[in-house]
């Protein structure tokens, strides 16, 4: 099958941003041999680049920004960094980098992760740009949310699991609102002094449910999916506090139920609540509902 026109520019331009970012500068001649393209296709691809490239002379042309930031890192590391890549690659070497496009190319690795929301391009598209601004320049928004107007002061958009959530206080108090639940929002002409203790909170915890009161919740897995959650964290700041044949048990700190409650039903029948008391209770209550209202051929 033959590679879409569009598809083959898109690879082009990656790998001529791979070689700015690895050695600097590019020549356009030796562009044109290594793709086997007319000038006049290497000017077009330069041109789509040219808000980032800049022409240096005798053909050679380099990122307009090219300079590293404070921490020493380039662009290509900052794109990594905004994507969360050391979940998938705790090591981002400058071999790393060498080796991506021979990686893409051979495609032996294929990372897969949560599908995005139905709406997720309206969303983007109808709320990026507003609250980008806002939180940069610190506007108090207000907004339609689940059918009930509210004004908010935001502070990060974070995506978990392929969902957006937008981080902001109400009253004072640390929620997180999910885009697609958003129904209309306006930048108010009011400013918000931002807190530093909220804004310390979010840079230290990746998770859109943050708050800074937490409680501690002791969960028990049986031996037969115990090895899910000793291989890795499922549960906010885990913590395998004992073991045993029969399975273990882990503490953790949770900001809201809805980090603890949604992993619980999933692992049904092999895990169990401890502490709280209320949680369980709520899980109960939860179970005594379904089990009440669910027709009659499930339950059978």
């Known amino acids: 099958m033959t590679t879409p026109a569009r598809s083959r520019s898109a690879e082009r331009l990656v790998d001529i941003l791979m070689e700015l970012h690895l050695n600097g500068v590019v020549n356009r001649r030796d562009l044109m041999h290594k793709f086997k393209i007319t000038e006049r296709t ?7 680049l040219a808000p980032i490239v800049q022409h240096t002379g005798n053909g050679l042309y380099r990122l307009i920004h090219a300079q590293q930031n404070a921490s020493g890192q380039g662009l290509h590391n900052a794109v990594a960094n905004l994507l969360n ?4 690659f705790p090591d981002r070497g400058t071999a790393f980098w060498q080796s991506l496009e021979a990686r893409v190319e051979e495609n032996h690795i294929l990372i897969l992760s949560n599908d995005a929301e139905h709406t997720v391009q ?16 610190r506007h108090v928004c207000q907004m339609v949310y689940k059918d009930k107007t509210r004004l908010i002061n935001p502070y990060k958009l974070i995506n978990k699991k392929n969902i957006w959530y937008l981080q902001a206080t109400e009253n004072g108090r640390l929620k997180s609102f999910s ?6 929002l306006d930048i108010q002409k009011e400013t918000f002094t931002p807190d530093a203790d909220t804004a310390e909170l979010l840079e230290k915890n990746l998770d859109p449910w943050v708050s800074e009161d937490t409680f501690e919740v002791k969960i028990f897995t049986n031996n037969i999916i115990s090895h899910y959650f000793t291989r890795r964290d499922l549960l906010p700041d885990q913590e395998v506090i004992a073991e045993s044949d029969d399975g273990v048990t882990i503490r953790c700190q949770a900001a809201h139920e809805n980090q603890i409650l949604p992993l619980i039903f999933y692992w049904l029948p092999n895990i169990q609540v401890l502490e709280p008391q209320w949680l369980r209770d709520k899980l109960f209550e939860t179970l005594e509902g379904y089990m009440t209202t669910a027709p009659a051929e499930v339950l059978e």
């Open 179 to 184: 885009l697609s639940q958003i129904n209309w």
């Open 122 to 137: 309206n969303d983007i598209r109808r709320h990026l740009t507003a609250i980008e601004k806002s939180i940069k320049e």
């Open 85 to 88: 890549a050391d979940i998938y």
């Open 42 to 48: 290497v000017y077009r691809d330069l041109n789509a």
